[in-house]
């Protein structure tokens, strides 16, 4: 029994984050009636407080700056960076790469049209650029938007996660040399005159994921889209041939029954936030950077309804400093910089400190199964805290020292011995790496060896910018635990974002993006924005092929042009 409904409308979407938030900008621009639904009370998802890039390989944006790219080189690389489709299972299907490569251009170029400014980050590198295809300069961003804009949309978003100021991608890599170096200090200047400007001119701008998701929030208020604060997709209602045709949502009056004729498309994040999922699928409680509302419901909803699961034991981890009382701290440029290495509980060195994120908190999490290493320790000495900015270590204060989680002395036996970790250990392993740092090469782990490893560096520090001897006290170790930007893990979708059963059959009428969703990158991170780019890609075409699906299978005319998304013969 379908039952009776509160409410209908052509496409539901769940979510307001990047995956959500695309698919209603989509539906609603080939005028399909759209409403959507958050779980919180504030709208814009992890994607608010997130650095708001995407990942988007021969994008329109980067060729306009003269960085050149193709088809086929961007395939090539997700062969080598991800691993070859059998290996990695169907979420990472060659169908999904192929579309989700395919899908850049017209994407990229329609939110244009709506009205999204972009610009690309040309200094940021793929996170594997000596691979088969690897570029620098595949990120895009939203240029910093004016929150002011949006009037009382403005007071319900996820702005106070986000950063208040106008900061760009390629901003960050030099901000935290601006003591250190001359190209640092002139960044800073000129984003302290970006900003000024901003404020002169009356302006509330926003860079960064807020920029990201304010641009995308004013197109979709401005196409009159409605959304439903607190109301989280608790349920999906199917017909009696197995067809999704509306969901229940828990609102804040009560229970709404809403008929979706087109379908429902569920973009409402991962369970980063869900502590008993964390332990029955990482082992770990989760220290997670996503919002809070990311609870695993619409995941559980979708498996309720049939759906198949993937990658449910992986995440898009990172190194975090553990706050007390606060979220954990995502760690990028501090483990990075020279003056620095990390140890396990033991005091030995296991992996290069400067390699991509997911491979940081994937070698932590390795590393803990055979030798204690969660949390590790980052160990820096003066000339770290001197030249570069230390995220945690700026908000902690106090607390981290009164918890133990950040522990400082004047020599490294003393340090090694508040660290508890074995003196013989400890002491050997730094006299190896001031050797190999001295020398300029890593010979253990290949520190500094990629383009990706020198994003975060400091050029002063030569022969190899990464790498500098611990020599100069005092001396600091802070805790890093297997952070993360989000969970990796979740229904399972094909190249059409059509969710998918335990049997590979499609589920009519139920789309799903972003982290909702087991991710077409598989286990791997393979360049910056590789979690947002997607999701938009993929929400993109969910929202696509729910319109053209509605047209009994002949493709509805696109609002500019036409589209690459075609729908498969019934």
């Known amino acids: 029994m379908t039952g009776s409904w509160d409410r209908e409308v052509d496409v539901l979407v769940a979510g307001t984050g990047a995956a959500g938030m695309t698919a209603a900008i989509t539906a609603a621009d080939r005028g399909s009636s759209t409403l959507i639904v958050e779980s919180t009370d504030r709208w814009g998802g992890t994607t608010m407080r997130s650095g708001g890039g995407l990942w988007m390989p021969n994008n329109p944006v980067m060729k306009r700056r003269g960085i050149a790219d193709s088809r086929e080189e961007a395939l090539t690389y997700l062969e080598s960076a991800i691993g070859p489709v059998d290996a990695i299972g169907p979420a990472s299907s060659q169908a999904r790469r192929e579309a989700f490569v395919d899908t850049i251009p017209e994407l990229v170029t329609r939110l244009e049209q709506l009205g999204v400014r972009w610009a690309v980050a040309k200094d940021y590198p793929d996170y594997y650029p000596d691979r088969p295809g690897g570029k620098i300069g595949r990120g895009i961003e939203s240029k910093p938007f004016d929150a002011k804009k949006l009037g009382e949309w403005r007071e319900t978003s996820r702005t106070v996660d986000s950063i208040p100021a106008p900061m760009q991608t390629d901003d960050v890599w030099l901000l935290m040399r601006a003591w250190s170096s001359f190209s640092g200090f002139a960044r800073g200047a000129r984003f302290v005159f970006r900003t000024i400007g901003g404020l002169l001119a009356g302006k509330k701008l926003y860079g960064f994921g807020g920029g990201l998701m304010l641009q995308l929030g004013h197109i979709a208020k401005q196409q009159g889209t409605e959304i439903l604060l607190g109301s989280p997709l608790t349920e999906l209602v199917k017909d009696d041939d197995g067809r999704v045709i509306g969901a229940v949502v828990a609102a804040p009056g ?192 290949g520190r500094g060896d990629t383009a990706y490893d020198r994003y975060y560096s400091d050029p002063r520090v030569k022969p190899n910018p990464n790498l500098a001897a611990l020599e100069r006290g005092p001396f600091t170790a802070v805790q890093l635990v297997p952070g993360d930007l989000g969970t990796k893990g979740g229904l399972l979708t094909d190249e059409h974002a059509r969710v998918l059963d335990a049997d590979g059959e499609v589920i009519s009428g139920l789309y799903a993006a972003g982290n909702t969703t087991a991710s077409v990158m598989g286990r791997t991170y393979p360049g910056p924005g590789s979690t947002i780019g997607p999701a938009a890609v993929f929400g993109y075409r969910a929202a696509v092929h729910a319109a053209q699906s509605a047209s009994a299978g002949a493709a509805a005319p696109a609002a500019s042009g036409e589209s690459s998304v075609e729908v498969p013969a019934a």
């Open 254 to 445: 009560g229970p709404l029954r809403i008929r979706a004729r087109q379908g429902v498309i569920l973009g409402a994040g991962g369970f980063a936030a869900n502590t008993a999922w964390r332990q029955k699928y990482h082992g770990i409680p989760g220290y997670t950077s996503a919002a809070e509302g990311d609870l695993g419901t619409a995941i559980e909803a979708g498996v309720e309804a049939g759906a198949a699961v993937a990658l449910m034991d992986d995440a898009w981890w990172g190194a975090s400093v553990p706050i007390p009382g606060k979220q954990a701290q995502f760690v990028l440029n501090e483990r990075s910089d020279p003056f620095s290495l990390v140890v396990d509980q033991s005091g030995a060195r296991y992996l290069n400190e400067s390699e991509s994120y997911i491979d940081f908190g994937h070698h932590l999490l390795e590393r803990n199964r055979v030798s204690p290493a969660n949390p590790s320790w980052l160990v820096v000495e003066k000339r770290h805290r001197q030249r570069y900015m230390f995220g945690a270590l700026l908000m902690g204060g106090k607390a981290l020292v009164e918890q133990g989680v950040v522990v400082k002395a004047a020599t490294l036996e003393e340090l090694g011995e508040k660290m508890g970790v074995d003196r013989a250990t400890f002491r050997a392993t730094i006299e190896r790496f001031n050797g190999l740092a001295r020398g300029g090469v890593d010979l253990d782990f």
